[in-house]
């Protein structure tokens, strides 16, 4: 008996639609590699009408006080929380993440970030009125930049649509948002949520492939393009809204380095570690995957990091006492296996390696030793539950081999000595470091960072600002 797929669609201008001229792709459940929805292919036409439609919307959307985009914010994240089981219950087919872990750790944060900016929509400010001129006042406006072209990746869906369009409206924009071709169904059931709330033509939602990402980026409506995703398609994105001048916001990958000091509590940072580096299966770009541990303590530490391993679980979303879930999809699976495949003779894989079950695409959590600076692994973004550890003489080389990547996202130190942990987080080049932890976000502090993990930032006030522009206006006292 064949099931029937479920049926996903665009939203434009406050309706659901098809794809204009009818296409659409399957999405996989990837704890059981079996469709389960349909979704548009939007081509040029979709993207068109979502355009108009943000367009159409903008002018009165800007024109909005912020009191009034606060309440829109504050009833969007009510009705989340309202309907917290049915987002779960998608995201969670989406991804196949552990429905537990998403209940506890994703619906609550993204909540709080939308309230978050909620808040932030009143609190723009800008330096006071004055006169520079003899006879001029001067002042300074924030206004929003226009229609936002959004792309949102397909690891962490719900959070990252948040992260996205709650800044944007908030500032006064209007958003066309596609999330990823293999994870739409909790996008969509967003818009379901919103169409109440907003403005028509204010949110929109389009589903696609990278070609349809590229037609939204190549856009002449948008004003600022913004993804999270890999390097490749930042770099792709910056060039092509280079071509008319688009302001740009781009999120890409992380190979975060963390290092542990021979004062560190052993026991404490092992736990913690494994839990930052196999967390939604290592597909985290903050993930803390590459591990630099003083030479004292390797080995030491190296037994009991494959030992929380061997006792950390994966399974399927309803499964009890799993800690993550499958990797996203079959290309992603490969991937991760295909840099255990080739691994130098002179590394170690002290624990995992190896795909689990033969349904769904369930990786073991792995960790390997006796890396060397310039090996693949180390260089290049995993993405998987994967944990390198290397070994380090001194300080002055735990920096140069944490910085001696082209990502720089985010980092932590391990170490009791304060001196040490502010020398590290002065000489590390990442966006983010942590001391004595590893992945914690809030709402009011940023997330981006240099190098090839791209520009602009993510959460905070500064997030929000990212979402705007400036404009001086100057005006004779003399009438």
């Keep these: 008996m064949t099931t029937e797929l479920r049926r996903l669609r665009n939203y434009i201008g406050g309706e659901f639609k098809d794809a204009a001229d009818g296409r659409t792709t399957e999405v996989v459940n990837p704890a059981i590699g079996e469709a389960y929805a349909t979704a548009p292919l939007s081509g040029q036409a979709d993207v068109d009408a979502a355009m ?26 009510d009705a989340f929380e309202a309907r917290a089981d049915e987002l779960i219950a998608a995201e969670s087919e989406n991804t196949g993440k552990p429905l537990g872990l ?22 723009l400010e800008g330096r006071s009125a ?16 226009g229609v936002c072209a959004q792309v949102a990746p397909w690891n962490y869906p719900m959070m990252m649509a948040v992260w996205k369009f709650a800044p944007a409206i908030a500032a006064g924009n209007t958003v066309v948002l596609k999330p990823s071709d293999t994870t739409p169904a909790s996008t969509v059931l967003m818009a379901e949520i919103i169409d109440s709330i907003l403005p028509k033509g204010v949110f929109n939602v389009i589903c696609g492939d990278r070609e349809t990402g590229k037609a939204m980026v190549e856009h002449s409506t948008p004003a600022m393009a913004s993804i999270t995703g890999s390097v490749r398609a930042g770099m792709q994105v910056a060039e092509s809204a ?7 916001h781009l999120e890409l990958g992380g190979k975060a380095p963390v290092v542990v000091f021979e004062d560190a509590d052993l026991a404490k940072a092992v736990e913690d570690i494994a839990v930052a580096g196999y967390f939604n299966a290592g597909q985290d770009c903050t993930a803390a995957t590459r591990v630099l541990v003083h030479e004292s303590i390797h080995d030491e530490f190296v037994a009991a990091l494959a030992k929380a391993a061997a006792d950390t679980k994966t399974g399927r979303p309803d499964d009890e006492d799993v800690l993550y879930g499958p990797l996203n999809n079959p290309n992603q699976l490969k991937q991760v296996a295909g840099f255990i495949e080739r691994l130098p003779a002179h590394a170690k894989v002290e624990a995992g390696g190896h795909q689990v079950g033969e349904k769904g695409y369930f990786y073991a959590p792995t960790v390997v030793s006796g890396l060397k600076q310039d090996d693949e692994i180390i260089q290049n973004e995993v993405f998987g539950p994967v944990i390198t550890v290397q070994s380090f003489t001194d300080e002055a080389q735990a920096v140069a081999y944490a910085n001696g990547v082209e990502f720089a996202l985010a980092s932590s130190v391990w170490t009791k000595d304060h001196g040490r942990a502010m020398r590290m987080s002065k000489n590390l080049d990442f966006g983010c470091v942590w001391i004595n932890t ?6 009011e502090m940023p997330h981006g ?15 929000f600002e990212d979402y705007t522009r400036i404009k001086h ?7």
């Design 52 to 77: 108009a439609a943000a367009a159409a919307a903008f002018p009165g959307w800007r024109d909005t006080t912020p009191a009034e985009r606060q309440k829109a914010l504050l009833k969007i994240a």
């Design 102 to 123: 998403t209940a506890s750790e994703e619906l609550p944060p993204m909540v709080d970030q939308i309230r978050f900016f909620a808040g932030a929509a009143r609190l």
């Design 130 to 145: 004055g006169e520079y001129m003899e006879g001029m006042t001067s002042i300074i406006r924030r206004e929003p930049v």
């Design 242 to 248: 280079s071509k008319d001048v688009k302001r740009v």
């Design 438 to 443: 590893h992945i914690p976000l809030v709402a």
């Design 449 to 463: 960072g240099f190098k090839k993990s791209g520009y602009g930032k993510d959460l905070s006030a500064y997030g």
């Design 473 to 479: 206006v100057m005006t004779s006292l003399d009438g």
